[in-house]
């Protein structure tokens, strides 16, 4: 067997679920210990749109490492997170799996893993710029979110998506969850042409999440914006609800 066969056939085996309520609980209140010391505070704010129970997608800025595990403590019930193949090596890699890690590649039927899931009633935590970056701004996302979403609309599971924002700030972490989305607007236009539904629902979320971002106080995500605010005929800006880039406007404090 060849390494590249080998280690497909090791991704295939990382999309089994190894989560576990024992694992869950142990690994939660180790990774909440962890961000306590590393975090002066972590500020929520718009928490009430992430449901309480049933299935959805929260798609996310990716700063920093600190990103996952934040947003799982968050989250604070069993998810599955879309991570690079690469870091699901070694402890780190059985680690990660056992809060619902899986991995992201083209070769592995990732979107039947995530609809079962959504079967169960577990959210799908993504970051679809698919790296982190630490250039400052929010880069373009990976089709991979649409494909998912429009693959749950068509099972006729009722997964609505939430956009986030991170962001840190002198020790502390910001996040900034925006009102449920739902690709109901989409569904005509993927009948018809679904490369083009793919992208605008793909380059909509984007936008989105660069609003939010800009609403915690990043310019360069505002910039982004102001620039595509100058070719209306491309601005497609979904609902929100807070305007002012205030940070603690609404916050939840939990640390």
């Not at 049933?54 to 990716?62: F, K, L, S, T």
């Not at 870091?87 to 079962?116: C, I, M, T, W, Y």
């Not at 979110?145 to 749950?152: C, E, P, T, Y």
Request: some cysteine; glycine content about 8%.
């Amino acid at each position: 067997m060849s390494s590249k066969q080998n280690s497909l056939r090791l991704l295939q085996a990382a999309m089994k679920d190894l989560k576990d309520p024992i694992s869950f609980f142990i690994l939660s209140i180790l990774t909440k210990l962890v961000l306590a010391l590393r975090f002066k505070r972590v500020v929520l704010i718009g928490r009430e749109n992430l449901p309480a129970s049933g299935a959805y997608i929260c798609i996310a800025n990716h700063t920093s490492r600190w990103d996952g595990p934040t947003l799982g403590t968050v989250v604070n019930r069993p998810a599955n997170f879309m991570v690079s193949p690469n870091e699901l090596n070694g402890l780190q890699g059985f680690l990660l799996r056992k809060v619902g890690a899986f991995p992201a590649h083209p070769k592995l039927d990732f979107v039947s893993h995530v609809l079962g899931q959504f079967k169960k009633g577990e959210p799908l935590v993504i970051f679809p710029e698919g790296n982190v970056f630490y250039d400052g701004h929010t880069h373009p996302f990976k089709k991979g979110i649409a494909r998912i979403a429009f693959s749950a609309h068509q099972q006729n599971l009722d997964v609505p998506i939430i956009p986030t924002a991170i962001r840190y700030r002198n020790g502390q972490a910001f996040f900034k969850f925006g009102s449920a989305i739902s690709v109901g607007e989409y569904i005509g236009e993927l009948a018809v042409n679904a490369a083009a539904a793919s992208k605008r629902l793909t380059q909509s979320l984007h936008r989105e999440v660069c609003l939010l971002s800009s609403e915690l106080g990043c310019q360069a995500d505002g910039r982004q914006l102001v620039k595509e605010e100058s070719n209306p005929g491309n601005c497609h800006f979904l609902q929100t609800h807070d305007t002012e880039c205030d940070a603690n406007k609404h916050a939840v404090s939990v640390s």
